[in-house]
């Protein structure tokens, strides 16, 4: 099957999308299939055959529709997130303009800004893409709900881009060193960017108050962090708090570097202000990487996250619920272990070959509705 894949991101630009567009394409192409990709300037891959456009306004998409008349494909496949076309409207408007089979991969159907008052016409413009598709794919529970009017349609999950890491003793104790931890410390993690919707200043509450009750918690951020008021905001609640001393940041790292910090800390928190979900890729990495796990309850029942067996899940917005989870925790290396298994298993619903076959038979199944 021939498959023409279309991204506004991939590697070496930064950005989620990309990453899963170059895996995935990767995947297809191990299991037989002839993949074709068309991405934004600047993007690389010696593996895979590349056609590039200057920029995703209007003379772009006229640039993609006649990519996709030449290398004639059995399905184009969008993956889709609005920033990763500089926001253009123009790309929401490309199933009218190609003739073969069309399918999105909507990566987050939340409302682009377009300019000030749009209105409705931010959730008409991303639901026209929708609609106009034959078949779309969503990577998570919440967008897969907005798309249920649709015929054709699925949830394909995102993978984890960071492969677990063997890591010694010596350097676990080593890296546990640098935050300061004693023997009996216990340590938490937060991976990813930080804003608003992760909930950390909920966590640093709950670290906060369990401190203040006698417990040894350490607190590693673990890869980059936001510039932004929310940040400088943090900032000073930190001081308030007096944790500096409780807290390290890692800045940038490498994959394997994210991976052996990940492995060094006995709890990974993500506290999602807005529930955990598919669509957090910093909860698939942890996953992936068979972590223990305590984050927010989801707020569209997901049904592979089961409390207790491979998530810890607590009220989202609530320091308590935050402290009382982590204080269940620290003491009970039976339930950390048991919690470290459950995620293990649950990673195989996130493999990228897994990933790569159910896209394949989608592919199919919408091709074979259009003849």
């Known amino acids: 099957m021939r498959v023409g894949m279309i991204s506004g991101e991939y590697p070496p630009m930064p ?23 068309l991405c934004g300037v600047g993007c690389q891959d010696d593996s895979l ?76 413009i991303v639901m026209h893409l929708a609609r106009a598709s034959t078949g779309v794919i969503s990577t998570n529970q919440e967008d897969f709900a907005r798309l249920q009017a649709l015929p054709q349609r699925r949830i394909i999950p995102i993978g984890s881009s960071i492969a677990p890491q063997r890591l010694s003793a010596a350097l676990r104790l080593q890296m546990r060193q640098e935050l300061g931890a004693q023997p009996g410390s216990f340590v938490l993690g937060h991976f990813g960017f930080v804003n608003e919707l992760k909930g950390i200043d909920y966590l640093l509450e709950a670290i906060a108050g369990l401190r203040r009750q006698g417990c ?15 940040a400088s905001r943090l900032d000073a609640e930190i001081e308030g708090l007096g944790l500096g001393d409780a807290l390290h940041w890692t800045g940038y790292l490498d994959e394997s570097e994210v991976a052996a910090w990940l492995g060094a800390v006995d709890l990974v ?39 207790g067996d491979n998530l810890w899940l607590v009220e989202p917005r609530s320091g308590e619920a935050i402290a009382q989870g982590i204080a269940a925790l620290m003491t009970d290396t039976e339930r950390i272990q048991q919690l470290r298994a459950g995620a293990s298993q649950l990673r195989s619903c996130f493999d990228w070959d897994l990933i790569a076959k159910d896209s394949a038979d989608f592919y199919r199944e919408v091709i074979g509705g259009r003849r």
């Open 216 to 230: 040894d918690l350490r607190l590693a951020f673990i890869g980059g962090s936001e510039e932004s008021d929310y």
């Open 49 to 124: 055959p590349i056609s590039t456009v200057a920029a995703w306004g209007m003379r772009g998409t006229m640039s993609a529709r006649a990519w996709v008349r030449r290398i004639q494909p059995d399905v184009v496949n969008l993956q889709f997130q609005t920033a990763a076309y500089a926001m253009s409207p123009w790309v929401h408007f490309l199933p009218r303009l190609i003739d073969s089979p069309f399918i999105t991969t909507f990566h987050d159907l939340r409302f682009p800004y377009l300019f000030p008052k749009a209105g409705r016409l931010r959730d008409w």
């Open 269 to 307: 928190a993500l506290p999602f202000a807005d529930g955990a979900s598919y669509r957090r890729s910093s909860l698939i990495a942890a996953i992936g990487l068979g972590c223990a796990i305590l984050t927010t309850q989801p707020a569209i029942a997901v049904p592979a996250f089961q409390h």
């Open 15 to 37: 950005g989620g999308v990309g990453d899963f567009t170059r895996k995935l394409a990767q995947r297809l192409r191990q299991q037989g299939h002839d993949v074709q990709l």
